[in-house]
């Protein structure tokens, strides 16, 4: 992945090249594959302890290392012992990750076709001491597929849309619309041949497309397919499988007994017991139905899924077990259908057994722990005051970033973000709390622990668009909305943002940002992602 903030790998010093030049000559000799242990195969062990003065030294590894094969992906995992001051892990094509605290890591990594076949941990401050054990390297599988929709913009519509009808048709014969469609026809065309946009998301409530058990209608589909090769854009389907407006969105032939009824967001309605095998292999059925039939068509994005959050209902049977065996299975074999598309997994919110939202470091496992070949993750909402987001679904997806930096991310910024119900304003008391939660259980434990278990506390970046490092909302601008251009790049900073998904209203009216506030970062940032 490239960003704009991108940290840059140094050289290695003409005593490291020396080494290089032995590591070279010992693979000529013995050819590796990567069988077993591959930095023990390597290295010929399994740890080191190395002091450095200077920042941008060898540690440990190389820069080139030929048992890691092209085309694979890895996963290291390792015990930090001792650490004084900062080093940074070099693996394949990923961005450096770097460690300044003791405590095991487990990193996920990938070697393009073309790429970096390097696996070296570096000082990464003056003064280093780093003592490391138990170096474990296994390769995984295949890299992640090179295919997939380009990196960028998207527009997404969170209700039903017909682009070909609404915008291609009525542009063709303007006669035959009325005043109020051909301007919705014109601004949807201005916007969806905006420098910078990629592709259009629309969502699709479940039951218009599966009419029945296993019987799918794809009329609504292969007419927006057939916009987005008209514009050359990519076309991602979401699947609607609840709703908090009291509509349910489910297929006819599911019984009540498939379903629960929750409230969210102000309002209740119908969510699918998605921990329910019966539930769950139907989710799997659709979305590879979808995939062996427009896979293949060069304008097809790929497959988001609903956002993982179920609101709040008693009953149903409901366990964090199933529900994990469910999306694992979710995601797993709806990667394994798609070779072009992508799967954009919404992971926002889990529920726990006996608590709103399942610990953070379990979902970070749950991530990390599934298949990455062709999988996008990421959630809605990304103003950072809003309920829930410092403590739980924003430090969760910086560590993901962290630990799985060959994961591609993106970022929907919905109508939370965009201004509605008042929720989008720079407030203090929910991001000041978390840091003082961090500040408590980091003065009391130098290994933290929260509630039992190992506490994963990662920090939003506090900068503004500049760059220029900010204080917690200083006192004058607390009230004041977020802008778009904060948000994107709030979101972009803490989770390299591959794909940007902005809602698109027709008219966002005046306590709303709309397309034309948004217009000018897409077209400023069309390029950050090439």
């Not at 693979?27 to 941008?56: C, H």
């Not at 802008?483 to 790049?489: A, C, V």
Request: glycine share 10%; with cysteine; proline share 5%.
């Amino acid at each position: 992945m490239n960003h704009a903030y991108k940290l840059l790998a140094a050289g290695p010093s003409p005593l490291e090249k020396a080494g290089l030049a032995a590591t070279l000559l010992l693979a000529l000799m013995f050819p590796l594959q990567a069988l077993g242990n591959v930095w023990l195969d390597s290295f010929g062990q399994k740890w080191f302890y190395e002091v450095r003065g200077l920042s941008g030294k060898v540690l440990a590894g190389s820069w080139y290392n030929p048992a890691l094969a092209k085309g694979k992906s890895y996963n290291i995992s390792f015990d930090v012992t001792s650490m004084q001051g900062r080093m940074a892990l070099y693996a394949g094509d990923s961005e450096p990750v770097v460690i300044d605290s003791t405590g095991h890591q487990s990193i996920n990594f990938s070697i393009a076709g073309g790429g970096k076949q390097r696996m070296v941990f570096t000082s990464s401050s003056t003064n280093v001491v780093a003592g490391v054990s138990n170096i474990v390297v296994t390769q995984t599988g295949q890299a992640q597929a090179s295919g997939g929709p380009p990196r960028g913009h998207y527009l997404s519509f969170a209700r039903e849309r017909n682009i070909q009808e609404e915008v291609i048709d009525v542009l063709a014969q303007p006669w035959n619309a009325s005043g109020y469609h051909r301007n919705i026809a014109n601004n949807l065309h201005g916007a969806l041949t905006t420098p910078g946009v990629k592709g259009f998301q629309v969502t699709f409530d479940w039951r218009t497309i599966e009419t029945g058990d296993g019987v799918y209608n794809w009329r609504l589909m292969d007419e927006n397919i057939a916009a987005a090769e008209h514009y050359g854009l990519a076309f991602i389907v979401k699947i609607l499988d609840r709703s908090f407006d009291g509509s349910n969105v489910l297929p006819a032939y599911f019984s009540s007994s498939r379903m629960v009824w929750a409230t969210g967001g102000g309002n209740a309605g119908f969510v699918a017991k998605r921990w329910d095998p019966w539930v769950y292999t139907r989710i799997i059925r659709l979305y590879k139905a979808i995939a062996n039939r427009y896979d293949g068509n060069p304008a097809f994005g790929g497959i988001a899924t609903t956002e993982s959050a179920l609101g709040n209902f008693s009953g149903g049977e409901y366990s964090l077990t199933k529900y994990k065996t469910a999306l694992k299975a979710i995601v797993s074999q709806t990667q394994n259908a798609l070779s072009n598309g992508r799967l954009f997994w919404y992971l926002n919110f889990v529920r726990g057994d006996n608590s709103a939202d399942m610990n953070k470091s379990a979902r970070v496992e749950l991530a990390t722990t599934v298949p990455h070949q062709a999988l996008a993750l990421g959630g809605p909402d990304v103003t950072p005051d809003v309920s829930g987001m410092p403590g739980s679904v924003s430090s969760y997806r910086i560590r993901v970033r962290k630990r799985s930096p060959d994961l591609d991310q993106f970022c929907h910024l919905q109508h939370v973000d965009l201004g509605l119900s008042g929720r989008n304003v720079k407030g203090n008391s929910k991001r000041q709390s978390f840091l003082n939660q961090i500040a408590r259980v980091r003065e009391r434990e130098s290994q933290p622990y929260f509630n039992g278990t190992p506490a994963v506390f990662e920090k939003d970046d506090l900068r503004n668009p500049a760059g220029i490092k900010v204080d917690l909302h200083p006192s004058w601008v607390l009230g004041d909305h977020w802008t778009p251009e904060e948000l994107f790049g709030f979101a972009d900073r803490n989770f390299h943002c591959d794909y940007v998904f902005w809602n698109y209203v027709d008219n966002a009216g005046s306590e709303m940002f709309g397309w034309p506030d948004l217009r000018p970062i897409v077209i400023n940032t069309q390029y950050l992602y090439n």
